[in-house]
């Protein structure tokens, strides 16, 4: 039993991080094994050979889908743990602040003129417009909030839920004038699903979130510190204007490439941080690394469910990332809430 | 200040003629073996209907749909399927609204039965349905020789594509209506029932819906021999007998047979009198070494030309 006042030794972050990549690898492995379509594995030992559809279903279809699930959940995941630690508020996730919102303008905006069919730009116009629209909405509420040269964190969760609900209703405007083939577009591309990306996509989107995720990395200690409260936190030497101005702005680019790329995937991003913090405490030296892990590991099952479910529909990811998680998250804090701390 | 109150006077007053100029629209005949005089029509398909049963002059509204047939399209709009505009339906006299059955639109359309506008809700979207519907609109406007006739003339043509595909291997068929995700025709769409009787076989068939999204690796691993892709209905878009983006699997039977087709959505996803021709075109599709090439006009938006055409 692990309790919160444990002090943090390299041993246990070792300890915890290799049990957690060990969690990851475990899923990827049955994200890879199962899936819609039958894989014959043993045709990989030597000897053997995979057929062409096999192989199609396993290295084009199966293993980016897995990659990606695994990244934008680790992403969504740390995005959380940034932006709670931030605003101190334990019902934030990586949308609450107006990011998603611009993200979500910006491709309905590429799927409304006809930007999203195969061919132009190479199918990117979507991510490309949803990334610039996460970013012009990062500045806009950036500068917005910022009051007398200062950042505070009442008025970045004000500017950020009212931009957000600007968004929706810029969205439900569009909805409305769309053809029906649009709204179809639309819907799906607002729902959240993981994306079918090639191996050079996946690539430029794990260099980005490994490098953002590294920059977050560098302020745990401050997050630390910040959970005493911004007074607190000056006391113990923590710039604390610039601290949250660079996380709004590092989980705001978190966001804006999950969106960009997949859509609204929710409870991703609000409920690992909340389960790691139940099992590792809130020590922030642990909990990003760990927010990565169990977050690419809570995705990767929960698209795994949402390929096998209905074969041979799909469901869309969110639904299996609330429906599962939510009752494990409350079966957590019902448990071992005692030992909870923020 | 003057002049908005003078305008809202002259408003007021346009306002009084125009609802008086509808209380005074004659009221449906005595001689109501004639059928409706006024009648908004939400769908397409039923527009084609009741123009083959001679009495689209009646059409007064028209709902949100595509420019034909091209005589009503300039007829004012009365809403959608899910939002008809109930005031817009009683301003114009109309005597029956024929629409769609729609969960979202009830509250409306028991408003409208309550102002005496009755509303037929008729299943145009499947198979049977255009039939049922054929014959109902033949009953209400006392044309039932005429729907009689159509429909029977439709059968033939149909079964007529089904006897040329007879004993033939069937080829499994892919029909997308939407891609990334992948929605497809699944079990209970005119799609399904025709591309059976154009002698294919769905492979989306075990779906729980009409139309359904379907895994990638699913669709894979069924190999179709002919895929109909109708997910882009953009005019510049790809069109004809070419492997597009599903060129990237190619080790499917449909790709390497040079069997994938981009079609406008307009030519088949829109079930009515054009079933036989549907059928048809899905038969060049799936057997072209049967039916044919498909016309260089069957990937393009349909255009309406039955209007002024001989009936």
Same mark, same amino acid.
């Given at each position: 039993m692990v309790h919160r006042t444990e002090r943090l030794t390299g041993r246990r972050v070792l300890i915890v991080t290799l049990l957690l990549a060990a969690l990851l690898a475990l899923c990827i492995g049955g994200g890879? !094994?199962?899936? #819609? @379509?039958?894989?014959?594995?043993?045709?990989? =030992?030597? @000897?053997?050979?995979?057929?062409?559809?096999?192989?199609?279903?396993?290295?084009?279809?199966?293993?980016?889908?897995v990659l990606a699930a695994g990244l934008l959940g680790g992403a969504l995941a740390v995005a959380g743990v940034v932006f709670q630690a931030l605003l101190r508020n334990p019902l934030a996730d990586p949308y609450v602040l107006g990011v998603a919102g611009g993200a979500s303008i910006g491709g309905v905006v590429a799927l409304l003129l006809g930007l999203g069919s195969v061919g132009v730009m190479g199918g990117a116009a979507v991510p490309a417009f949803a990334f610039a629209g996460a970013l012009a909405a990062l500045l806009l509420i950036e500068s917005i909030a910022t009051v007398g040269g200062q950042l505070t964190v009442y008025s970045i969760l004000l500017t950020g839920a $009212? %931009?957000?609900? %600007? !968004?929706?209703?810029? $969205?439900?405007?569009?909805?409305?004038?769309?053809?029906?083939?649009?709204?179809?577009?639309?819907?799906?591309? =607002?729902?959240?699903?993981? +994306?079918?990306?090639?191996?050079?996509?996946? !690539?430029?989107?794990? =260099? #980005?979130?490994?490098?953002?995720?590294?920059?977050?990395?560098?302020?745990?200690?401050?997050?630390?510190?910040?959970s005493l409260g911004e007074e607190g936190a000056m006391l113990l030497g923590v710039d604390v204007g610039r601290t949250k101005r660079f996380t709004f702005v590092l989980g705001s680019l978190l966001t804006g490439l999950c969106v960009a790329v997949a859509g609204l995937i929710g409870f991703v991003g609000l409920v690992v941080p909340h389960m790691l913090r139940l099992v590792i405490g809130p020590d922030h030296r642990l909990l990003l690394p760990a927010a990565f892990l169990g977050g690419a590991s809570f995705?990767?099952?929960?698209?795994?469910?949402?390929?096998?479910?209905?074969?041979?529909?799909?469901?869309?990811?969110?639904?299996?990332?609330?429906?599962? @998680? @939510? +009752?494990?998250?409350?079966?957590?804090?019902?448990?071992?809430?005692?030992?909870?701390? %923020? | 200040m003057k002049g908005l109150r003078a305008k809202k006077v002259v408003f007021g007053v346009a306002w009084l003629v125009l609802a008086s100029a509808c209380s005074k629209t004659p009221p449906p005949p005595p001689d109501a073996d004639d059928g409706p005089r006024r009648v908004a029509v939400m769908a397409p398909a039923t527009a084609e209907i009741l123009d083959v049963l001679g009495v689209l002059d009646r059409v007064v509204g028209i709902g &949100?749909?595509?420019?034909?047939?091209?005589?009503?399209?300039?007829?004012?709009?009365?809403?959608? /399927?899910?939002?008809?505009? *109930?005031?817009?339906?009683?301003?114009?006299?109309?005597?029956? *609204?024929?629409?769609?059955?729609?969960?979202?639109?009830?509250?409306?359309?028991?408003?409208?039965?309550?102002?005496?506008v009755r509303v037929v809700e008729l299943d145009t979207s499947t198979y049977?349905?255009?039939?049922?519907?054929?014959?109902?609109?033949?009953?209400?406007?006392?044309?039932?020789?005429?729907?009689?006739?159509?429909?029977?003339?439709?059968?033939?043509?149909?079964?007529?594509?089904?006897?040329?595909? /007879?004993?033939?291997?069937?080829?499994?068929v892919l029909f997308v209506i939407g891609r990334d995700p992948e929605f497809v025709a699944g079990p209970g769409s005119h799609l399904d029932r025709l591309i059976e009787i154009a002698g294919g076989v769905n492979i989306g068939q075990d779906l729980t819906a009409p139309y359904q999204q379907m895994s990638k690796e699913s669709i894979l691993e069924r190999q179709?021999?002919?895929?109909?892709?109708?997910?882009?209905?953009?005019?510049?878009?790809?069109?004809?007998? &070419?492997?597009?983006?599903?060129? *990237?699997?190619?080790f499917l039977p449909a790709v390497k047979n040079n069997r994938v087709y981009w079609i406008d959505p307009s030519q088949l996803v829109i079930p009515g009198i054009r079933l036989p021709h549907m059928a048809q075109l899905m038969g060049k599709l799936i057997h072209p070494e049967i039916f044919g090439e498909p016309d260089p006009s069957d990937y393009l938006a349909l255009e309406y030309d039955r209007d002024g055409a001989p009936n």
């Open positions: 890879i !094994a199962f899936g #819609a @379509g039958t894989v014959n594995f043993s045709s990989l =030992l030597p @000897g053997g050979s995979l057929t062409e559809v096999e192989h199609a279903i396993l290295l084009q279809v199966r293993l980016p889908r $009212i %931009f957000n609900s %600007f !968004a929706a209703a810029l $969205i439900y405007f569009i909805q409305s004038v769309a053809s029906l083939q649009q709204l179809h577009e639309i819907v799906f591309y =607002l729902m959240g699903r993981v +994306p079918a990306l090639g191996y050079q996509e996946l !690539a430029v989107l794990a =260099l #980005a979130i490994v490098i953002v995720d590294l920059a977050v990395y560098t302020m745990c200690r401050d997050y630390n510190a910040l995705l990767v099952l929960a698209d795994l469910a949402a390929r096998l479910l209905l074969v041979p529909n799909e469901l869309p990811v969110g639904v299996v990332t609330a429906l599962i @998680g @939510g +009752p494990f998250f409350l079966y957590l804090l019902r448990t071992r809430g005692r030992n909870y701390a %923020f | &949100q749909f595509g420019p034909w047939p091209a005589s009503i399209a300039e007829l004012p709009e009365v809403g959608g /399927y899910d939002s008809p505009n *109930v005031e817009r339906l009683v301003i114009l006299g109309t005597d029956v *609204v024929f629409t769609v059955k729609s969960e979202a639109a009830a509250p409306a359309h028991r408003r409208l039965n309550k102002l005496r049977e349905g255009v039939f049922n519907s054929i014959k109902l609109l033949g009953d209400i406007f006392n044309r039932g020789k005429m729907a009689e006739k159509l429909a029977a003339r439709m059968r033939v043509e149909l079964q007529d594509v089904e006897r040329r595909v /007879y004993g033939v291997p069937r080829r499994r179709p021999e002919a895929i109909i892709d109708t997910s882009d209905n953009r005019a510049n878009s790809l069109r004809g007998r &070419q492997p597009g983006a599903w060129g *990237v699997w190619d």
